[in-house]
């Protein structure tokens, strides 16, 4: 029972090309994420959806666009790769917050390594 | 911005050695929460912290969250080789997100 579960799970590219990363969740929860950890481990939130709503939107080019078709998916699409964009990008959702100002825990998924040849 | 910073970056020890991980940010934060991302793995959460001065065990996990809600730390009590991996905080400065720290990747020598 995979609560988090993304796919690929690794993605081998050329530069140029267009590609897609799924993310879906099984916990029910309201809110979830896309995260970018590059090859030093930093990592870093680059979007954030509420109930299929966009509320948190770091400075991400606009060749990254998210997709929330509803809120227990949480899709990833990539225009014209580059090589900067080779990373592991984790998806990851939370509950509602039972308390104003504090943040719940966030539920990782696996994972997808991509590599921009 | 909000930023967080983890020292050290690296730490090896040897197997029952102790090791601590310091988690500092530059502006007050709301809470504090701690993950492990096992090597090949994902961030999984371990605690979150939340009053000033606050001080969280887990078996031999301890956590602190500093008096000023500014600093955080994590102390690994004779580590064994199953506490491997890159141990992160994250900052919550009542925004709606977490900023992850840099991250303390640890190595246990048996």
């Known amino acids: 029972d995979t609560a988090v579960s993304q796919t690929p799970k690794y993605l081998v590219t050329q530069m140029g090309n267009d590609k897609s990363i799924k993310c879906e969740q099984n916990l029910g929860h309201d809110t979830m994420y896309w995260y970018k950890q590059d090859s030093k481990k930093f990592l870093k939130i680059m979007f954030s959806y509420n109930n299929k709503e966009l509320i948190i939107n770091e400075t991400v080019p606009n060749r990254f666009s998210p997709k929330s078709p509803d809120k227990a998916h949480l899709n990833l699409h990539i225009n014209s790769l580059e090589l900067g964009d080779s990373a592991v990008y984790f998806c990851a959702s939370s509950p509602p917050s039972m308390t104003s100002g504090v943040s719940e825990t966030q539920y990782f998924g696996p994972g997808t390594r991509l590599t921009v040849l | 911005g909000q930023q967080v910073m983890q020292i050290p970056q690296y730490q090896h020890v040897q197997e029952g050695e102790d090791f601590t991980t310091y988690c500092n940010s530059s502006t007050t934060l709301s809470n504090i929460q701690w993950y492990k991302q096992r090597p090949g793995g994902h961030p999984v959460f371990l605690i979150q912290?939340?009053?000033?001065?606050e001080v969280k065990k887990q078996k031999r996990l301890t956590f602190q969250f500093g008096e000023a809600k500014k600093n955080s730390s994590l102390h690994i009590t004779a580590t064994q080789t199953t506490d491997v991996g890159t141990y992160f905080c994250?900052?919550?400065?009542?925004?709606?997100?977490?900023?992850f720290g840099t991250g303390t990747r640890l190595q246990v020598f048996p």
């Open positions: 994250a900052g919550d400065y009542n925004t709606d997100k977490l900023i």
């Open positions: 912290l939340v009053k000033s001065g």
